[in-house]
């Protein structure tokens, strides 16, 4: 039943909000946010007390019923989702710019009622169609600032998510006329078939493509840095620290539980070496926050995808945690750009400066996650990438593990640009708009996400040991 | 019919992508709706068509008929072919929107969200947008 829930609480919220007048949706908003957020901490608590659960909707037998699942993992992903929704429908209660049309906020409530249902969804063609309806709500929040710039971003992610969803529909095609099966576990069992031990691999590789455009990774993310900066900086928070991580999650489940893909493994491996330089250098070249962050986005995909390369327990584990690690962390920082916005006056960093001075908490919150998105101890950041380095140096493979330590300093390098910048230098004379007031409701917001952070840096264990008690698999080894 | 639909696919697969390659806008989306088109074929032949009894079992009898339909590809096909047509509808609109707000469908100049150095400025750093 909770399954269930879990997806109807935003879903139905998107609804009500879209015919409520104006006075009522901040209301219903938050409290539908913290509604789900309860159930989500209540999902997680029965999954870690009485093991994974699943809903088959629909009186059919198991195989032929369209399935909801939810295992630890994706237990732990949902929490992480809601607090992060949580935390930006907080933040947005001190945030005008771009977010005052009245359908924003229900298309924001169908983007984690979608990408709720991804993390649930057992079943290919039911994943295909919330990956759809994903993509629609993203593209109307995309479009509707109604801007040039706005249009434009959002025909650049249209042509490509569109053609990642085509893939993706074409290989559900495939490996259903080959298996005669759309449930994952039924899959699973089709896939030890001996006949097709030939043609599945390239059907399962074509939907593996299909979802590597949707996560963004090194030839395939033209999309992500040319449409998510134009995104209202709240939802950037809510796009960034989330959705593309869910793709990622995706490739996990059905790379772990379902399909046998080990003979990518190698190509994953250097395909993620190369994501994370790439990533890491787009943002050293970009002096705009949003950009800046975005390009961050795709250097962060660089470790997960290296972890899932590793193909083992402990690399699954390090995964999983750095998976979280990362959303709140994106999250966080893209929510601090906008308090620093608020400070400057513009996203523009050769423009700004001065914050240290004026407002010394504001360092301290982004000195937080700005390490932690480095790795410094003690910091999540740290432990997460602490967990894949030992597994990549455990396995021998010296070169990727150095690629991300280097990665590593550069990430270093463009924290360090954004902090000389934005807070040490004096404000320049030329300095645009005069400083406002930060509206307390988006400090708390950045506050409990930093609270978040610091608490899985100082304590990792808790998380590190669940992780590990859902022995995650990962091209079933 | 199994030689045919493949055929079909194929043409398909093989005229979007040219369609998807042009700097058109318009033609961009159109090479979309005629890939989906496409998927939406592949999907349709994974249930094997050519069965014309209905799935139904008859009075009596246990099973389906041998030459029974599939009626699942059918489910699928069809909640494809909805969303395919909404976001196509979506796609000319934008495309529409676009090219109207610049004066012209070159999608290769549509740089307003992500603006290139110009030939005085420094090129390490872009200009921003606003």
């Known amino acids: 039943m909770m399954l269930v829930t879990i997806v109807l609480i935003p879903l139905v919220t998107a609804l009500i909000l879209a015919a409520v007048g104006r006075r009522l949706l901040q209301t219903l908003n938050i409290l539908s946010s913290t509604l789900l957020l309860g159930c989500a901490l209540w999902l997680l608590w029965q999954v870690s007390s009485s093991g994974a659960q699943s809903l088959a909707l629909g009186a059919w037998p198991l195989p032929y019923a369209i399935e909801f699942y939810a295992d630890g993992l994706s237990a732990l992903l949902i929490v992480l989702v809601a607090l992060v929704a949580f935390a930006v429908q907080i933040f947005q209660l001190g945030w005008r710019v771009d977010c005052d049309e009245p359908a924003y906020l229900a298309l924001q409530q169908g983007l984690i009622a979608s990408a709720m249902a991804i993390l649930l969804a057992a079943d290919l063609f039911n994943l295909y169609v919330w990956f759809e309806l994903m993509l629609m709500a993203l593209l109307g929040l995309l479009v509707l600032p109604g801007r040039t710039r706005n249009l434009e971003a959002t025909l650049k992610y249209f042509a490509l998510s569109m053609l990642g969803t085509l893939l993706m529909l074409a290989a559900i095609g495939l490996i259903y006329g080959a298996t005669g099966h759309l449930n994952f576990q039924a899959l699973a069992q089709a896939a030890e078939r001996e006949e097709l031990r030939q043609s599945l691999p390239l059907f399962s590789g074509l939907l593996l493509l299909a979802l590597f455009v949707k996560i963004g990774i090194f030839p395939l993310y033209a999309w992500l840095p040319a449409a998510y900066h134009t995104l209202p900086l709240p939802l950037l928070a809510l796009v960034g620290g989330v959705l593309t991580k869910i793709s990622f999650y995706v490739v996990m489940r059905l790379g772990g539980q379902v399909f046998d893909l080990s003979f990518v493994q190698e190509a994953i491996g250097w395909l993620a070496v190369v994501t994370m330089l790439s990533g890491v250098l787009g943002a050293a070249f970009h002096w705009d926050l949003r950009r800046i962050l975005a390009f961050h986005i795709i250097s962060q995909i660089g470790y997960l995808l290296l972890g899932i390369a590793l193909a083992s327990p402990d690399g699954a584990t390090a995964t999983g945690f750095f998976l979280a690690h990362n959303m709140l962390v994106k999250a966080n920082l893209i929510l601090i750009a906008g308090l620093m916005w608020l400070g400057m006056g513009h996203f523009d960093l050769r423009q700004g400066g001065g914050l240290y001075a004026a407002r010394p908490w504001l360092a301290v919150f982004f000195l ?8 410094v101890p003690p910091s999540s950041g740290f432990w997460g990438k602490l967990l894949l380095l030992q597994e990549s140096f455990d396995q021998q493979r010296f070169v990727w ?12 390098y463009s924290m360090v640009k954004i902090w000389l910048e934005g807070f040490w230098k004096p404000t320049p004379a030329t300095s645009p708009a005069p400083a406002v007031a930060m509206p307390p409701a988006a400090v708390f917001a950045v506050a409990l996400l930093t609270c978040a952070i610091l608490i899985m840096g100082v304590a990792p264990d808790p998380v590190i040991r669940f992780l590990q008690a859902q022995s995650l698999h990962v091209w079933g080894v | 019919m199994t030689i045919l639909l493949a055929l079909a696919i194929s043409l398909c697969v ?18 979309l709706a005629v890939l989906g088109n496409a998927a939406n074929l592949a999907l349709f032949m994974a249930g094997r068509p050519g069965g ?42 934008l495309a529409a929107r676009v090219s109207r707000a610049h004066g012209h469908s070159d999608v290769g100049a549509y740089q307003v969200s992500e603006p290139q150095a110009s030939p005085g400025q420094d090129a390490t750093k872009p200009p921003l947008m606003d």
Not at chain 2, 14 to 25: C, F, I, K, M, Y
Not at chain 2, 66 to 92: E, M, R, S
């Open chain 2, 14 to 31: 093989a005229a979007g992508t040219w369609l998807l390659l042009s700097r058109d806008v318009f033609r961009l989306i159109m090479g």
């Open chain 1, 368 to 375: 937080i996650s700005a390490l932690s998105l480095v790795g």
């Open chain 1, 401 to 412: 593990g150095g690629i991300a330590l280097a990665t590593g300093i550069l990430t270093l």
């Open chain 2, 52 to 93: 014309m009894t209905p799935p139904v079992i008859v009075e009596g009898a246990a099973t389906l008929a041998a030459d029974a339909a599939n009626p699942l590809p059918q489910a699928l096909v069809l909640t494809a072919i909805v969303i395919g047509f909404a976001l196509l509808c979506f796609g000319l609109v």
